[in-house]
């Protein structure tokens, strides 16, 4: 064959603009139908036998479960599977088989309730609970004990709606109102990201004491003992005088601040929360006033850091009734009411009441009113206190005096010392109702589970159980007792019953919610020199509620005040 010249070559060249062969246009392959596709599309299944039938006759909700796990894939076809149709000449919808086979009663299954449910601790029954919502055995009870995998159950109870996990980006967001109603007039200076403040670190002293006002009635210790079942003790209805007065209308920090004992006065309410910022989740506002070269960290009367939370930190926090909560007595607002009544109750009700036993402070308490008051005195001793929060480059000292309550005294059982108390009452709602954030029954797993417990509490209140902690410290109190109180009935609100009262070290207790106090002193220090930095005048903190941040606003001189009180957002939006 004699060669080709390189002219013969380049005539046989296709004139089209492109390479390759042509591009068909045809749907048809020998007479038989296919569907063109692109080189980008992903290739799924031949065949989906999961996917739901005419009308979804099926009844098994095959495509959800489809769309579930694979919801953000494509698959191969799905656009043009109207190409394939089947036009069926008569309705099957009317179409089903009758099984006449008998099953047998006796079915072999996993832990003792048979069946082929996954349940926690291997516990039978119907309704298929997923125990606690951790890692569980399949078969965890005695028919199951051979089987090694182990299964996700964070679902938490099957019938009641299931937890969110890593899948579920698509979470709806929720979206909480404002502790504070934001004006126009208001100036935003800083916007705060927590991830900032996690940063920060100021190391202090463990303070010392200027001065301490009230009495205390010593701690009932027969509380400790844990309660026979059927028999626990009822919390009762006490009516004490306590008082929560503000940091700017309290007598002893106006006198100590005359004689400039210090830069910064606050409260220990008011303190944790801005030291505990990070872990809240709510929405709460301080009020910071700017007189001279002091700074008075504040707080609205009816403010909602005033209130105690319930499951803030739970990863399916209860519902707010615009989100459609039904259950009235269990949205966020009536439960930190309840839980703030059950803690001011709870105090009063462990210590024994006797004028000739007691501890006397120095002073008497500076709120009470003999005259005016017709309530007997709450056992509560204030003590004010001095911490430095200087620098080695300040040129002046900087310090910070709190006022911090003690609730108790006891006497140590080796030394015989008084030791001081804050006590404190964590609260049981419903562990079946939403929100309750796979939490135990209490009254079955708190002897036996105590540690488990005080873990979901730790995981579920982070920034209460924070705020508590750091409340005992900054008071040095040597001991913390936690009481576990739940409803007499799930469905009642009014009545409670006192199951048990721990006692905790506040530093260990930190330490076991890594806790770090150095990170708190260095938030108050960094929000502190913000405002010195600004002119004398009112300024607001606020956390924003659906986000991780910290917003400063200079508000007006007069703000808050008797006129503009009604305004502001008034307490029980406390903290969504």
Known sequence: MAPASLADLVSALPSDESWGPPTATETTLDGVPYAPYSKGDKLGRMADWTLEGKDGRDGRGGRQQYNRNYRDQQVYGAGTSSLFAVQVAEDESSFSVVDNTRTSTKTRGFGRGGGTVFRGRGRGGR????????????????GGQGQDRYYDNRGGRGGRGRRFGWKDYDKPQRNRDSSV???????????????????????????EDIDTYGFLYYYDRSYDKPPVKNTERKLNVLDRAAYNVTTSSDPIIQELAE???????????????????????????????????????????????????????????????????????NNPGALALEATFINHNFANQVVMESETNKIEMVHENPFYNPSEETEPLAS???????????LEKDEDPLHLVVRTEIDAVVKNNISGEDQFLTIKALNEFDHKAQGSGG????????TSQ??????????NNSCKLARWTAQSILAKADVMKLGFVSRANAKSNDRHVILGVVGYKPREFAGQMNLNLANGWGIVRTIVDMCLKMPEGKYVLVKDPNKPLLRLYEVPVNTFEEGEEEDAVEG????E
Not at 289 to 304: E, P, T, W
Not at 312 to 327: F, Q, R, V
């Open 127 to 142: 309704d298929a609970r997923g125990g606690r919502g951790t890692f569980q055995r399949v078969g965890g009870g005695r």
């Open 181 to 207: 109603n934001i004006k126009p007039e208001w100036h935003m200076l800083e916007e705060i990201d927590f991830n900032r403040l996690a940063k920060l670190n100021l190391e202090t002293s463990e303070g």
């Open 259 to 329: 004689k400039d004992e210090a830069t910064i006065f606050a409260t220990d309410n008011i303190l944790s929360m801005l030291m505990c910022a990070p872990r809240s989740v709510y929405s709460w506002d301080i009020v910071i006033i700017r007189q001279g070269n002091k700074v008075y960290l504040d707080k609205r009367d009816g403010a909602s850091i005033d209130m105690v939370t319930v499951n803030e930190n739970a990863a399916d926090a209860p519902l707010e009734a615009s989100e459609g909560n039904k259950d009235t007595i």
């Open 380 to 390: 509560k001793a204030y003590k004010y206190r001095r911490f430095d929060l200087s």
């Open 439 to 446: 939490a135990l029954d209490w009254r079955t797993k708190l």
């Open 450 to 459: 105590r540690g488990a417990v005080v873990a979901t509490e730790m995981k």
């Open 572 to 575: 029980v939006e406390e903290e």
